[in-house]
């Protein structure tokens, strides 16, 4: 298991934020990441 995948050294992640919710994370779905709050998809 690496390490990092989600989270840098100083412990922010790198997932990109929800351009409508804009406090809520994107969930990772390989070719698209989804607001679970609103809905928002964003292709890859
Ligand atoms: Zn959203």
New binding site residues.
Partial sequence: MARGDYYNDDGTTEKDM?P??GD?FLADHGDRQV?G????TEWE
Wanted: glycine share 12%; charged share 20%.
């Fill in positions: 929800c409508r919710c809520t607001c709050k609103c809905g928002f």
